[in-house]
Each structure stands twice: as C-alpha cells, then as structure tokens.
C-alpha cells in the first residue's frame, strides 16, 4: 500500500511562487510515476507534471512547462513541485498521485495512488 500526502498549499498573489511537496510512505515500485494533477471547480482534473523515481526526467503540460519544476528525492521519499508566475488560473486542488504501471505520464487514470490534494489560490 502506497499512501501520499500533500503540504505546500496556500494563497499568494499573482506572480508570486509556492512550493508543494508530497511525501509518499509505502514502498512504490522503483519503476513508479510520480505526478501532480489539479483540480480547478467545475473542471476536470488535468495533468501538472509528472517524474519516474527512477529516472530525473520530468514531463510537464503546456500550461506548467517553463513555469513550474517537478523533482524527487529519493532518500526522502518526496516529491516536489515549486511553481513560479503564478497566475488566477493556476487556482485549484494540487493533487500528488503515483502509479506502478503508467505508461502515458499525464494519463490520469494510469494513477492507482491518490493525495488527499492541497488548495492553492492566487488572488490577482
């Protein structure tokens, strides 16, 4: 059993930068993706970034490359998300999620493991 728990949340201005982080207790298999959706109300949850434990190649969406980081730390079974430029539109449930078997990174319904999700809201 893998479980994944979110922190980082919170509300910032726009233009301004948070740092989210998902500590993942379990042992989740060496191969496993490692990735952050959002959830906006009344939208779909979309993909944010994604990153193998064990590769640092990380994979991101139109609407996070160039602005946002993803990155694993393998001794501290972690995985992070720092954002920058914040924007209104980026305001939604942040959602960690881990899969043994994903073959497509920003195919959400390849996660088997789900975060409870941190709320970030940027006021403009």
């Known amino acids: 059993q893998v479980t994944l728990v979110e922190s980082g949340g919170g509300l910032v201005q726009a233009g301004g930068s948070l740092s989210l982080s998902c500590v993942v207790s379990?042992?989740?298999?060496?191969?496993?993706?490692m990735g952050w959706f959002r959830q906006a109300p009344g939208k779909e949850r979309e993909f944010v970034a994604a990153?193998?434990?064990?590769?640092?190649?990380?994979w991101y969406s139109d609407v996070s490359r160039g602005r946002f980081t993803i990155a694993r730390d393998t001794t501290k079974n972690t995985v992070y998300l720092q954002m920058n430029r914040l924007n209104p539109d980026d305001t939604a449930v942040y959602y960690c999620a881990s899969g043994p078997a994903v073959a497509t990174m920003g195919k959400r319904e390849e996660y088997l493991y789900w975060g409870q999700g941190t709320q970030v809201t940027v006021s403009s």
């Open positions: 990153i193998r434990w064990s590769s640092d190649s990380p």
């Open positions: 379990g042992r989740p298999f060496a191969d496993s993706a």
